[in-house]
């Protein structure tokens, strides 16, 4: 099978999207299928796409006003030229907004049947950023992804709101982990005594420091005895952080090993964002045999089982966050028995796993449209 994945974001990005548009790239390959990827090019050019399984065809793009970190791709032939190039069987639009867009309608001009992942929650990124607008998100959301064959949501809170809104033909396709990667046994104690020399109780975030995820609401818990806040990533909010959680300590964007080494020596994960269509950060820190702390909100209502294998919280509630935290802090036993429950819950939910559950809805997808090509 030749598939494009056109996406709005992929490595060196760290970001939801870009991870899973490499981890699907990597599957197709691996199954032996022939992907293609189409995304905006990077600061620094065109690359570098060394380590991408597949060819990369990079779109010129600029960065978003305010949030530098995000390339938005500008008008351009090459994404047309790419999936007709590769005389693909199918697209897959990944988190479709600008670049998807185009790649839509050249799917549609070429009669190349597509799949559209929808994975970012802009209705609430439209309340975050500008206080209005999430009617406007919500009708541009409905317009993009009524032209596909098949939208994609990665959790039940993200399908919910799909159909409510008025999007057709909506299915189920949640995120893998990378469960070799991310696992307990990769606990430093070095490490720990160094984040936290006094022994205090590590409770960590990772992701984009940016107003969507108000980590800000990590505040109360800074203030906590014995307790030792710690960030990784980075992102427009990051210069005012330090003075919002005064005592933590910020580690910058982390990746790979490094990564999976520090979120395996937190003793508790905490999570603020209330627009999350999925969260793989929480089964990250499932996956590290951490017990987990979220708001009951979008995707990880889905991921957290409240009171087996973590605590979920009302949105926006920073007294909430705190008196979460400061419950196993107090509970040593209970963090444990989170983390092994959270460890086996996502064993199975491999990239390999929901990879093969892709191709299934890739299926069919062509087999739906097959008669109408025939006719």
């Known amino acids: 099978m030749?598939?494009?994945?056109?996406?709005?974001?992929?490595?060196?990005?760290?970001?939801?999207?870009?991870?899973?548009?490499?981890?699907?790239a990597r599957h197709l390959v691996d199954r032996g299928h022939s992907p293609l990827v189409v995304a905006p090019a990077t600061a620094a050019g065109t690359g570098p796409d060394a380590l991408a399984p597949c060819p990369v065809v990079r779109v010129p793009s600029l960065p978003l006003p305010g949030y530098p970190q995000v390339r938005v791709a500008l008008p351009s032939r090459r994404v047309a030229a790419a999936i007709a190039d590769h005389r693909a069987d199918i697209v897959h639009l990944a988190s479709p907004f600008i670049l998807g867009v185009r790649g839509m309608a050249a799917a549609a001009r070429l009669g190349i049947p597509a799949v559209a992942v929808y994975q970012t929650d802009l209705a609430g990124y439209a309340r975050t950023y500008v206080h209005a607008g999430e009617a406007a998100a919500w009708r541009r959301i409905r317009s993009v992804h009524a032209a596909a064959d098949l939208t994609l949501a990665p959790s039940s809170a993200a399908l919910h709101d799909l159909e409510t809104h008025g999007v057709p033909r909506v299915k189920l396709w949640r995120r893998g982990v990378d469960t070799e990667r991310f696992r307990p046994d990769r606990r430093d104690e070095a490490l720990r005594r160094a984040l936290a020399p006094n022994g205090e109780l590590i409770v960590g975030y990772v992701g984009r420091l940016a107003p969507e995820k108000q980590v800000e609401l990590l505040s109360g818990v800074c203030?906590?005895?014995?307790?030792?806040?710690?960030?990784?990533?980075?992102?427009?909010?990051?210069?005012?952080?330090?003075?919002?959680?005064?005592?933590?300590?910020?580690l910058g964007r982390r990746t790979g090993d490094d990564l999976a080494r520090i979120f395996a020596s937190l003793d508790v994960f905490a999570h603020t964002g209330p627009f999350e269509t999925f969260c793989q950060t929480v089964q990250e820190a499932m996956a590290s045999g951490v017990p987990v702390v979220a708001p009951a909100a979008g995707g990880p209502l889905d991921l957290v089982a409240h009171g087996r294998t973590g605590l979920l919280v009302p949105p926006r509630d920073a007294d909430a966050v705190r008196d979460a935290v400061a419950a196993l802090a107090a509970a040593?036993?209970?963090?444990?028995?989170?983390?092994?429950?959270?460890?086996?819950?996502?064993?199975?939910?491999?990239?390999?796993?929901?990879?093969?559950?892709?191709?299934g809805h890739y299926a069919d997808v062509l087999t739906a449209r097959r008669p109408a090509v025939a006719a």
């Open 223 to 250: 203030g906590l005895p014995g307790v030792r806040v710690v960030v990784v990533g980075d992102g427009p909010s990051g210069p005012q952080l330090p003075e919002a959680l005064p005592g933590a300590v910020f």
């Open 332 to 359: 040593p036993a209970l963090r444990t028995a989170y983390g092994a429950a959270g460890r086996a819950t996502v064993e199975g939910r491999t990239w390999a796993a929901v990879g093969d559950q892709l191709l």
């Open 2 to 24: 030749r598939v494009v994945i056109v996406t709005e974001s992929f490595p060196p990005d760290v970001n939801g999207v870009a991870h899973c548009a490499l981890q699907t």
